[in-house]
């Protein structure tokens, strides 16, 4: 997953969709995401798509240090 500068059209920042503490499976690969948005406080992002179906949520680190996975469901009926 990507953080993009829409002005600029530049990747800001390569966030790593699996994390510390959520490794990766073999036979599945990283979600192809339909949707992704900001908490209103700015402090989390919440990100879903299929293949597989899951939901990811991502802390943004205020200390400059990047976002990192904090929380998933996965095996989900439907995206």
């Known amino acids: 997953m990507f953080s993009i500068d829409l002005k600029k059209m530049e990747?800001?920042?390569n966030i790593d969709w699996y994390g510390e503490g959520f490794e990766k499976v073999e036979d599945k690969r990283p979600s192809?995401?339909?949707s992704a948005a900001y908490t209103t406080d700015g402090s989390h992002?919440?990100?879903g798509g299929t293949s597989p179906n899951e939901v990811r949520i991502f802390r943004n680190n205020e200390d400059g240090s990047g976002h990192k996975v904090v929380s998933?469901?996965?095996d989900l009926n439907a995206a």
Do not use: D, N
């Open 11 to 13: 990747v800001i920042e």
């Open 32 to 34: 192809a995401l339909y």
């Open 45 to 47: 992002i919440l990100a």
């Open 72 to 74: 998933s469901i996965s």
